[in-house]
C-alpha cells in the first residue's frame, strides 16, 4: 500500500466578491512586495485563464500556472498539480493564488464546481476576500455575512475593503470585526489609483513597458501602504499540511508511449498561450519538445513530428505573420509532408488562408481555407466538452475538455467535432480533425484524455 506523505506548503488565496472586486490589484502588489522581501515566491491561478500566469511570469519572473476543478475535477488531481509545481524547480516559500470571478462563482448556478472556493477547499487554502464596497455603508455586513456563512470550511480568513475613504474605513473596520468576527487586513482606498486595463489581455508590447512599470509601483505602493502584508504572511504559515499517496505524486502524468516524437511549439509574443500542464503531458509521453517563433523563423526543422500552434493575438501581430512568407510556405509543406498540427484559437487563425483586419486580408498559412475577422463581441465563452466525430484521436463516447473565449471568428470552423457547453448543455459543430490535423477555435486541456495525446503522439510509429 502506498504511504501517505504530507507537505507542509504555505500558501494563500486572494479571491473576491465578485469580478472586478480588485482581487487583481492585491494579487499583483502582493507578488511585487514579497519578492522584494527576499521570498522564494510561486503564483497560481484558478479557472481556465491563460492570461495571469503569463504576466506574473514575464513582469515579476514568478513562476505560475492555473488550478482548475472543472478540468482536474479532483481533490486528489488539484493537491498533486499543487504539490508538484511547488515542489519542482527551485525551492518556495510561499503560494499564492488568485482566484476567478466571485468566490463561490464556478461552471453553474446550481453547484460550485469550477469555482475557487472548490480550489481552495480541495488544497485548505486560507482565504483573504477582497470586497469592493464603494458607496456602501453598513449594508456591507449582511453582504459579508452572507459569504461567511457559506464558508463551510472556515476557510475566509480576512478581508480587504476596496474603494472605501480612509475615514471611513477606520469607523467601520473594527465594526466588522466585532460584528462578523473576521480580521480587517486593510483597505485599497476610495478611488481606483491604478489598473492593468491598459495591458491587452495580459500581454505586454514594449511600447507600453513604462507605463505598466509605473502601474505597477502605484498599485505596490497602496498596497504597502493599506495593507497588513505581514498578517498575510502568518495566515499562509498556519496553512494545515496537505497529505497525499506518494504514489499519487509520483504519477503526475501517466507515461504511454516509449518512443521519441519531436514537437515544435509556436511560442513568441503572437503565439503564448500554453497550459503548464499540456506541455508536461506531451514530454512524458515521449516527446521532445522544442520552441520556435512564426514572427521571426523561417522554417521549420524537417525532422519534426508534431507542430503545436497556441493561441494569442496573431491580430496584434497579422502584418508581420504574413510579410513573413517563409515560415508561411514552410508550415504549409510540413503539413504536406505528413507532419502533425495542433492548433487552437489564434494557432488555428494562423492556418486559414487569411486574417481581415482594417478592411485589408493578410495572408495566412491556407491550410484551411478559411478568413478570420473581428466580430467586435464574445464570440463563444465558457467550459466545453468535446467529442471526435471522426473517431482518429478520442474514440466513440469519450471526449477531451476545453475552453473558447475570443472575439474572432472564422466563416470555416470545421464540423468534425462536437462542442457541448457545460452550462447550458448548447451543442455545436467545430475543429477540423483528420490523420494529420486536430484545429479548431476550442483551447484543449489534454489531462483530461491522455489517450488523445497518445494516440497524436504514436500516429505512424
Do not use: C, Q
Given at each position: 500500500m502506498a504511504e501517505l506523505k504530507k507537505y507542509n506548503i504555505n500558501r494563500i488565496m486572494i479571491a473576491g466578491i465578485k469580478s472586478g472586486s480588485g482581487k487583481t490589484t492585491l494579487t499583483v502588489a502582493l507578488l511585487d512586495i514579497l519578492k522584494k522581501r527576499g521570498m522564494k515566491v510561486k503564483s497560481f491561478k484558478c479557472g481556465p485563464d491563460y492570461i495571469d500566469p503569463i504576466f506574473h511570469e514575464t513582469v515579476f519572473g514568478v513562476p505560475s500556472k492555473n488550478l482548475d476543478t472543472f478540468f482536474t475535477p479532483s481533490k486528489e488531481g488539484i493537491r498533486k498539480s499543487f504539490i508538484w509545481e511547488m515542489e519542482s524547480g527551485n525551492e518556495s516559500d510561499i503560494a499564492v493564488i488568485e482566484g476567478v470571478m466571485g468566490l463561490y462563482d464556478g461552471v453553474s448556478p446550481t453547484k460550485d464546481e469550477g469555482s475557487s472556493y472548490e480550489v481552495a477547499s480541495f488544497l485548505d487554502c486560507p482565504i483573504i476576500l477582497v470586497a469592493d464596497v464603494k458607496g456602501m455603508g453598513r449594508s456591507m455586513i449582511p453582504m459579508l455575512s452572507g459569504f461567511l456563512k457559506y464558508d463551510t470550511?472556515?476557510?475566509?480568513?480576512?478581508?480587504?475593503?476596496?474603494?472605501?475613504?480612509?475615514?471611513?474605513?477606520?469607523?467601520?473596520?473594527?465594526?466588522?470585526?466585532?460584528?462578523?468576527?473576521?480580521?480587517?487586513?486593510?483597505?485599497?482606498?476610495?478611488?481606483?489609483?491604478?489598473?492593468?486595463e491598459s495591458r491587452h489581455l495580459g500581454l505586454i508590447l514594449p511600447e507600453h513597458e513604462e507605463a505598466v512599470k509605473e502601474k505597477l509601483g502605484l498599485m505596490t505602493e497602496m498596497v504597502s501602504g493599506g495593507i497588513d502584508i505581514d498578517s498575510i504572511v502568518k495566515m499562509s504559515q498556519r496553512a494545515p499540511s496537505l497529505a497525499v499517496f506518494e504514489d499519487v505524486t509520483e504519477d503526475l502524468?501517466?507515461?504511454?508511449?516509449?518512443?521519441?516524437?519531436?514537437?515544435?511549439?509556436?511560442?513568441?509574443?503572437a503565439f503564448n498561450f500554453y497550459y503548464?500542464?499540456?506541455?508536461?503531458?506531451?514530454?512524458?509521453?515521449?516527446?521532445r519538445i522544442g520552441f520556435f517563433s512564426p514572427l521571426r523563423d523561417e522554417s521549420i526543422d524537417t525532422d519534426t513530428d508534431v507542430i503545436i500552434f497556441g493561441g494569442g493575438y496573431p491580430e496584434l501581430f497579422v502584418k508581420r505573420l504574413s510579410d513573413n512568407k517563409a515560415m508561411l510556405e514552410s508550415t504549409h509543406e510540413a503539413y504536406d509532408r505528413g507532419v502533425m498540427l495542433l492548433a487552437e484559437c489564434g494557432g488555428f487563425m494562423y492556418l486559414q488562408k487569411s486574417i481581415e483586419k482594417d478592411g485589408r486580408e493578410y495572408e495566412m498559412c491556407n491550410i484551411f481555407d478559411g478568413v478570420c475577422r473581428d466580430m467586435k463581441k464574445s464570440v463563444r465563452f465558457g467550459y466545453i466538452e468535446i467529442y471526435d466525430k471522426t473517431g482518429i484521436f478520442i474514440p466513440e463516447g469519450e471526449s477531451i475538455k476545453g475552453h473558447e473565449f475570443h472575439y474572432w471568428d472564422c466563416d470555416k470552423n470545421g464540423e468534425d467535432a462536437k462542442a457541448v457547453k457545460v452550462s447550458s448543455n448548447v451543442v455545436y459543430d467545430c475543429c477540423f480533425i483528420s490523420e494529420r490535423c486536430f484545429a479548431g477555435f476550442p483551447h484543449l486541456y489534454y489531462p483530461s484524455n491522455p489517450w488523445a495525446v497518445s494516440k497524436i503522439l504514436s500516429r505512424n510509429l
Open positions: 470550511s472556515d476557510l475566509i480568513k480576512g478581508v480587504v475593503l476596496n474603494r472605501i475613504s480612509d475615514n471611513y474605513y477606520e469607523k467601520i473596520a473594527p465594526v466588522l470585526e466585532e460584528e462578523l468576527g473576521i480580521r480587517v487586513l486593510g483597505h485599497l482606498g476610495a478611488e481606483k489609483k491604478a489598473g492593468l502524468r501517466v507515461n504511454y508511449l516509449t518512443g521519441k516524437r519531436k514537437v515544435l511549439v509556436a511560442r513568441d509574443e503548464k500542464d499540456n506541455l508536461a503531458m506531451l514530454e512524458d509521453h515521449g516527446a
